[in-house]
């Protein structure tokens, strides 16, 4: 399998930026057909999560963990965090960057998604890369979105 990377730089802080990308349970809020069940308490090494993307009976769920979480803070201008889907269905993990550009920040979300059974990866993953390449981006700019309205107002 191979990852696919997307970068989109904006006019948010750094802190900003990781307040909008990290919030993890908001992912479900812009996500089509997802919801989120979120362990207890913040996001942290070793919190887990699950989405489920369907209709119904129709969901698929993605189990994830965290496995980095380093948020920017006053001496440290870059935040990291890694998650890896550890459910049945879907495997891969994403890595997520923020770090200062110019007057704001630049995201870095690079991923790889992939069934766990997966008989054909050499016609799966070029499908996968696509489809989570545009999925993706899509949540990315709608979290990113959402906080340059709100830090507008």
Do not use: C, N
């Not at 890595?95 to 790889?112: D, L, M, S």
């Not at 992939?114 to 990315?140: C, E, H, I, M």
């Amino acid at each position: 399998m191979s990852a696919f990377t997307i970068t989109r730089d904006t006019p948010l802080s750094v802190a900003q930026a990781w307040a909008a990308v990290a919030d993890l349970g908001a992912h479900g809020d812009v996500v089509p057909l997802t919801r989120l069940v979120l362990d207890p308490g913040p996001p942290h090494v070793g919190w887990g999560f699950k989405a489920g993307t369907g209709v119904g009976r129709l969901t698929i769920w993605d189990h994830m963990l965290v496995t980095k979480w380093s948020p920017p803070g006053p001496d440290v201008p870059r935040g990291a965090l890694h998650i890896v889907k550890t459910g049945q269905w879907l495997g891969g993990w994403a890595h997520i960057t923020i770090e200062a550009a110019g007057a704001g920040a630049r995201v870095e979300w690079t991923e790889e998604i992939y069934p766990q059974v997966d008989p054909v990866p050499r016609l799966t993953a070029p499908l996968a890369r696509r489809l989570g390449s545009r999925l993706f981006t899509a949540t990315l700019e709608a979290l990113l979105r959402r906080a340059e309205t709100s830090a507008r107002v």
